[in-house]
């Protein structure tokens, strides 16, 4: 835990020094991190929920059909390839994770890296309500795997955290936050064979909610 502090402090440090150094105007509700209650804290748009172990944040259906290499990006990230877009910043998903405990690991140099992601294993949840009921399903069953002709395998993912490079946190310049094919910038990535491979992935139509619904997305440790 006592890393994870470091961590912390040192992506504040940098989040600050950032905006100072580009002269940009950021509402300081967006990069403090505010305790809202006994044991739930805010950063941006997260929750982060230390009791029920859990962060929580908002987001849409971006795309309902069709090829993907992402289940999840930020806004104006790769919308071309994303089952959805969640309102978050990067970068306050990275430090959510890190006030949850969680250990971020080592992502992969290249996209489509046969190297296995590192890092801990999460739990990733999308909910949303329909016809008056409350549905949720784990994000990888919204992924159709093309080469078994069914969904993708329940399975956790790899919390890898993403990089600073030049003084640049790549996860906010690239916007890609859970990816399918492997990905050197994102936040949490694919562990399994398929993660090689751009052409075995495509939404699942079965299950997959009308474009522009709204969902909600939990995230937790894997168990």
């Not at 300081?28 to 997260?46: A, P, R, T, W």
């Not at 230390?50 to 849409?60: A, D, L, S, W, Y």
């Not at 399975?155 to 996860?171: D, K, P, Q, R, V």
């Not at 751009?198 to 440790?221: A, C, F, Q, S």
Request: aromatic share 10%; charged share 20%.
């Amino acid at each position: 835990m006592k890393r994870n502090y470091l961590k912390i402090l040192l992506y504040l440090i940098f989040y600050y020094g950032i905006s100072l150094s580009q002269n940009v105007t950021v509402d300081s509700s967006q990069k403090q991190i505010i305790e809202i209650s006994d044991g739930v804290y805010k950063i941006g748009n997260i929750t982060i929920d230390k009791k029920k172990n859990e962060i929580q944040f908002e987001g849409v259906v971006n795309q309902d059909s069709g090829m993907i290499e992402l289940v999840a990006c930020a806004p104006l990230g790769k919308t071309h390839e994303s089952i959805f877009v969640w309102n978050i910043v990067p970068y306050h998903l990275q430090v959510s994770m890190l006030l949850l405990g969680l250990n971020s690991g080592k992502g992969v140099s290249v996209q489509g890296d046969t190297t296995k992601p590192t890092g801990d294993s999460v739990n990733v949840f999308i909910n949303w309500e329909e016809n008056g009921k409350h549905i949720e399903h784990q994000a990888e069953e919204f992924v159709w795997d093309i080469t078994h002709s069914q969904p993708m395998q329940k399975h956790s993912w790899i919390f890898t955290g993403s990089e600073i490079i030049n003084g640049m946190f790549m996860a906010d310049q690239e916007r890609s936050l859970l990816t399918t094919y492997r990905d050197p910038f994102t936040i949490i990535d694919n562990p399994l064979a398929g993660g090689t491979d751009d052409t075995v992935y495509r939404v699942n139509e079965k299950l997959i909610p009308k474009k522009g619904t709204k969902v909600y997305v939990r995230i937790e440790p894997a168990k």
